[in-house]
């Protein structure tokens, strides 16, 4: 650590004398008109405040840096992000966000947010494994806090938090219409509007796709290991990835003074399995998910001298289903129990809404305070879970063949339905200590109907020691709440649920400097270390043959630091980049805990080369990730990926191009398969791929 720091800390001061050498005067209003306002964040705290002076380790990207990426989906621009690595499950293709080290089979570690309102759904306590994407047309901007947020948050802000803003009339100026075409049969086609109804501002959005997904040859899955076990010739493999998709996405904002109401509605349908829910190929089934969400707020920053307040009310419904159930194992498969000639089939399948008041309130009469408290209460109800399937389990964990489908709905139900009460209350208090100095205390309770009360402090101290430098000491604490399939699966002697599971509790420390070293470059160092304890696991039960349970066991720490730098080297030409470290250890074994990069570099350059048109390249390096304990693998490639954007800047003309290339060299990318490793080269990504795109404003 001594070394990379000293390396580190060498190049900023090399950057900043080159760049005095050679840089050229301009303001940084320049370049705030090509990447918007990245320099205030409101995730923080709770209220807008200047990201430099936030009390926590916070990145924004706007849409100007979407568009300037060339990125098309929330997952490709959070890649970008210091500390934070974009993994991927066998299971619907689904992303794992990778943060600081943790990383776990769902990673519900992270909470995302939509316009402040937690997308987490109950099941398996992450935003939905069905999760298709998001589209950023939309998107204004993304917050992100890198470490513990539980104690404004809540549940599962742990590792890490996300919130995506989308945009409001404000941010769209009349009507834009888009088309976009590219590789793996791609296509997408959206109309985004923004404007006044009377005295109501409206801003609205509606967009539908469909890609055949990209297909890559997987040499052994799975159902290779059950051939080499039982002697049959079942597998798929060699064989493809599935991961096409039918997706529509239309979202309403309305707002009028003090009011805003938001609604939006997210289809995922036709979807392809990835490489399978069961880790062996699945070309037949289909998963198809539904999400409404809607938010009711009123707000007033100063409803008397001293006081503001802001009262939301939320509700989400999620519902997953499998129109063509999923094939866990392929047709031929056999056990000890018996074969499946039509394979191993199932599709659970579940649906749930999500009710949430909450109040806040902020009181600036104390000099040099500002205080926020706040209040809340969730209803959170796990109303539906069906099954139908054609197998069941010996009481030693051995599938056993039932001949046709059936509903086990009613016999032998994987889930029943569930439902969740939390009532919270949070204090916060922002001490300008002295002209320099900031004390933020924070501390949020939180009672849970299932398994109790949890409370989260947080502290932070920001010093401003000169014009050019700011230095933070944090510290934070934080949990995550056992999901519904942790604590209340049954009719599994494979997997059994746990309800009297605790929550997962984390504490991290950390130490963050903000250094403008020059008028035109900017950069933040910040070093970590966490704690996890308590970490949900699957364990053996006592004798053998009879199946896992879910229990609080082992601990996991961690240390590292992030490395960011932002270079205005001219009017014409911007460059990026950060680095990013960590080790984490697994208590249980006090080897590494596995799968996430110890280094991560990433670099952009944005070019205005001529009137009206920017180019960027980016180049990403994933490196040295290391498989657990008991997992004697060879450790996951490296890889680095080069990615190639241009468009233009419409200014006042109608039409604005865009095309980008993906992948440019066409790199081997491999995601880690989870131990046991059952997917015995891990998981193929991506090859090289492109798209153009059109929009027109009208």
Not at 215 to 231: L, M
Request: charged share 20%; proline share 5%; hydrophobic share 40%.
């Amino acid at each position: 650590m001594r070394t990379i720091t000293s390396k580190v800390l060498c190049a900023s001061i090399a950057l900043s004398w080159y760049g005095q050498l050679h840089a050229e005067s301009f303001e940084e209003e320049d370049f705030a008109l090509v990447y918007g306002d990245k320099y205030t964040v409101s995730i923080a705290t709770g209220s807008q405040q200047h990201i430099r002076r936030a009390p926590a380790v916070a990145s924004v990207i706007t849409a100007e840096d979407i568009a300037a990426t060339g990125a098309i989906d929330l997952d490709e621009v959070l890649e970008t992000v210091p500390g934070l690595h974009v993994s991927r499950s066998a299971n619907f293709n689904s992303p794992l966000y990778a943060m600081r080290g943790v990383i776990s089979q769902y990673t519900p570690q992270v909470l995302m947010l939509q316009n402040g309102i937690p997308v987490t759904t109950l099941f398996i306590g992450n935003k939905g494994n069905l999760w298709g994407g998001l589209p950023l047309e939309n998107v204004a901007r993304i917050e992100i806090i890198r470490g513990p947020g539980s104690a404004l948050y809540g549940a599962d802000a742990f590792s890490g938090v996300i919130n995506i803003i989308t945009k409001t009339a404000a941010d769209t100026s009349g009507t834009q219409v888009g088309v976009r075409g590219g590789s793996f049969n791609t296509g997408d086609a959206w109309v985004l509007h923004g404007g006044k109804l009377g005295s109501l501002d409206v801003a609205a959005y509606f967009r539908a796709g469909a890609t055949d997904g990209f297909k890559k040859r997987v040499t052994e899955d799975a159902q290779s290991r059950n051939d080499a076990a039982f002697g049959t010739r079942a597998s798929l493999a060699p064989g493809f990835t599935n991961n096409q998709q039918n997706a529509l996405d239309a979202s309403v904002d309305l707002s009028m003074e003090k009011w805003r109401w938001r609604n939006s509605y997210k289809l995922r349908d036709e979807m392809g399995t990835g490489i399978g829910v069961g880790s062996a190929l699945d070309p037949v089934g289909r998963g198809k998910t539904e999400r409404l969400l809607s938010d009711l707020s009123w707000s007033d920053p100063q409803i008397s001298d001293f006081w503001g307040a802001t009262l939301t009310a939320s509700y989400m419904e999620y519902k997953q289903r499998f129109p063509v159930p999923a094939v866990l194992f392929p047709p031929g498969v056999t056990f000890p129990t018996g074969s499946f000639p039509n394979g191993m089939i199932g599709g659970p399948e579940t649906s749930e809404r999500q009710l949430r008041l909450a109040a806040s309130a902020t009181y600036q009469g104390l000099k040099r305070h500002n205080l926020r408290f706040g209040v809340g209460h969730d209803d959170l109800d796990l109303y539906d879970a069906k099954e139908i399937k054609n197998f069941t389990f010996s009481p030693s964990g051995v599938p056993v063949p039932v001949g046709a489908l059936m509903d086990f709905t009613s016999i032998a139900p994987f889930l029943t339905p569930h439902r969740r009460t939390v009532s919270y209350v949070y204090a916060q208090d922002e001490w300008r200590v002295a002209t320099d100095w900031a004390l933020t205390a924070g501390v949020r309770h939180d009672r849970y109907s299932d398994f109790g009360t949890t409370t989260n402090p947080r502290l932070a101290l920001v010093w401003d020691a000169s014009l050019d430098l700011t230095a933070k000491l944090l510290f934070g604490h934080a949990f995550r709440a056992p999901a519904f399939v942790e604590e209340y699966s049954i009719n599994n002697p494979v997997v059994r649920g746990n309800s009297n599971l605790r929550p997962e509790t984390t504490k991290t420390l950390e130490a963050a400097f903000s250094w403008q070293a020059r008028k035109d470059a900017q950069v933040n160092l910040n070093f970590f270390r966490y704690d996890m304890s308590d970490i949900i696991r699957t364990v053996p039960n006592g004798l053998p043959g009879t199946g896992s349970t879910y229990n609080n066991t082992g601990g996991q720490h961690g240390s590292g630091m992030e490395l960011e730098v932002e270079w205005d080297y001219s009017r014409s030409l911007r460059v990026t980049g950060n680095y990013s470290y960590q080790k984490s250890i697994d208590e249980s074994t006090g080897q590494d805990a596995g799968y996430a990069p110890h280094h991560h570099f990433y670099l952009r350059g944005d070019w205005r080369y001529t009137s009206g048109w920017l180019a960027s390249a980016q180049i990403n390096r994933v490196m040295d990730r290391k498989r657990t304990a008991g997992d004697i693998r060879p450790p996951v490639p490296d890889y680095t990926m080069v990615d190639v954007t241009v468009r233009s800047n419409a200014g006042s003309a109608p039409w604005t191009f865009s095309a980008s290339v993906r992948n440019l060299f066409n790199a081997t990318v491999l995601e880690p398969s989870l131990a046991p490793g059952t997917i015995r080269y891990d998981l193929p990504m991506a090859p090289r791929a492109f798209w153009l795109q059109l929009v027109y404003r009208i």
